[in-house]
């Protein structure tokens, strides 16, 4: 059994795709297999499900994963093969979460009906309302996307599919932080939210649909205030979930970007072969391939996985090490990592003015709710704490008026 969690981003299509988003950083990654099929043979699927539950054995739950490039393109059989292997190979007392992240154009009442049945957990990429999720979210032919996505969506609300939004925060939406959030819980519906930046790179220099740093904090800023005034309890924002576990001192319950060290999330190409992480599959980061010698578990144990994930700790710069506010970035994810301080040290992150803004930002409320949970309470009781805290600037703010009038 593993001496640590890990989880594993399985990519059945490898980088293809039926979209052409702009931001799409994976797309490249098919120049790595010329002439590849891009489709996971049986073999290597049943390869990842018997090594991934041999690896997690005695734990009761293992989540297997897919995403893309866009997995449903390899069709409704393929995912009828991952459930009879399952069936057949999961040990006594261990279930399995099947999870799926997609674009959701592929998706209709049959493949709706067959994710409800096994219980399928989905993850729908939809950055806003249609204009601002049309910006880069185009077909190959640049045509918009948003109606096939919400056609998508439908059916999986119809056969009642758990489902999350995954949200990319990128130059197009960054300014409309409360208007996304709304349009996801007032008109979607969706009660999990994950919010992605973008920072993409060509030649050393950031494309220009990336999120600007400071626009980035001031995004999470905005949807947090509207959270924590109305939605605790009945919406979940992974990064606030994530924010409050640090709060809390807790470890490894959020997303890596933000834990002490990385290298517990691995990626599995299409053919096998097994990646540091899905934003370094490149030769430098192959870790191995599934059936040539070494298992999966072996590979996430392996001494150069073990080096990757440290150096993200080893590397901070002075700055970082410093930071009040380090506890709960521990500098983001190291592929944002380009930057430099301004005493002319490397590895500060691009998005480190936007970090700080938010978690400074969140750190009363944060502090309320970790005391409240501490204490046997309950962090939905910070939604009382804002409604005092603005009826009293409220009131403040209508004193002042009232003293210009007569001043």
Partial sequence: MTTRAFHVMAKPTGAVCNLDCTYCFYLTKERLYPGSDF????????????QLLAAHAGQPEVVVAFQGGEPTMMGLDFFRRLVEIEQRLVRP????????????????DEWAAFLREH????????????????AYRR??????????????LDALRR????????VTVNRANQDHGVEVYRFLRDELGACFVQLIPIVDRQDGQVLPHS????AYGD??????????????????VQAFDTALAHWLGLEGLGVCVHERTCGSSVALEHTGDVYSCDHYVDPEHRLGTLGEGRTLLELVESPQQRTFGSAKLET????????????ACNGGCPKDRFATTPDGEPGLNHLCAGYRRFFEHVDRPMRFMAERVRSGGEAIDVMGLMARRDRTAAEAQGEQKAGDRHG
Avoid at 39 to 50: N, P
Avoid at 93 to 108: E, F, K, M, P, S
Wanted: aromatic share 8%; proline share 4%.
């Fill in 93 to 108: 007392g261990q279930q399995v979460l099947n999870t799926l992240q997609t674009n959701a154009t592929l998706l209709d």
């Fill in 39 to 50: 489709r996971m043979s049986d073999r290597v699927l049943e390869q990842y499900v018997a």
């Fill in 219 to 236: 995004f999470l800023c905005e949807v947090f205030d509207e959270w924590v005034r109305h939605d605790v309890g009945t919406v979940f």
């Fill in 139 to 152: 077909d190959k032919g640049g045509k918009p996307t948003f109606d096939r996505v919400l056609a998508g």
């Fill in 119 to 134: 219980d399928f957990l989905v993850g729908v990429s939809i950055d806003g309302p249609r204009d601002l999720h049309d």
């Fill in 159 to 166: 056969h009642d599919v758990e489902w999350n939004a995954l």
């Fill in 316 to 327: 901070l710069p002075a700055q970082c090490r410093s930071c009040r506010v380090r506890f």
């Fill in 211 to 214: 999120v600007e740093p400071a």
